[in-house]
Structures are given as C-alpha cells and as structure tokens.
C-alpha cells in the first residue's frame, strides 16, 4: 500500500512577522524536517514498514507566519 500521510500542527516557536503578504506561507527546503520537531507518527500492530528508496524526497514542509505547519509525505 502506498498513500500520502498530511499532519498540521503548531508551533508558536517558530512564529515570524511577514515583510511581505508573500512571505504569509514560506515552502520550507528539502531536508529542513530534520532540524525542527515533527510529530513521531506510528502505525499501532503494524506487521512491517519501509520508506521507499527513491531519488528525491517525497515531502513538503509549510510554514505560516503563525507557526502553523503543514507536513505531507508519501
């Protein structure tokens, strides 16, 4: 099975003031979900699991300037 998993949270640490109305909602860089927390999201009795081994990331990262987040991986 393959799907998309979507989680929203926030985090008033990371809150920031826009100069711009462009800048509400910034795409976060590749690899950026390793240096801030993300939730540890599990499978309860799953029986196996694995990450594909692919060539690029299968995630998006957004943050707004409330500190909300919005994670997506496949």
């Not at 393959?2 to 509400?24: C, G, V």
Request: aromatic residues 18%; glycine residues 2%.
């Amino acid at each position: 099975m393959s799907f998309y998993l979507r989680q929203q949270w926030r985090d008033p640490r990371l809150q920031y003031t826009p100069k711009s109305e462009k800048l509400k909602v910034i795409k976060m860089e590749d690899g950026s979900w390793t240096r801030i927390w993300i939730p540890d999201t599990f499978f309860r009795n799953e029986k196996k699991a694995a990450f594909h081994d692919i060539t690029v990331y299968n995630r998006l990262l957004r943050l707004n300037c409330t500190g909300f987040l919005w994670y997506v991986t496949k």
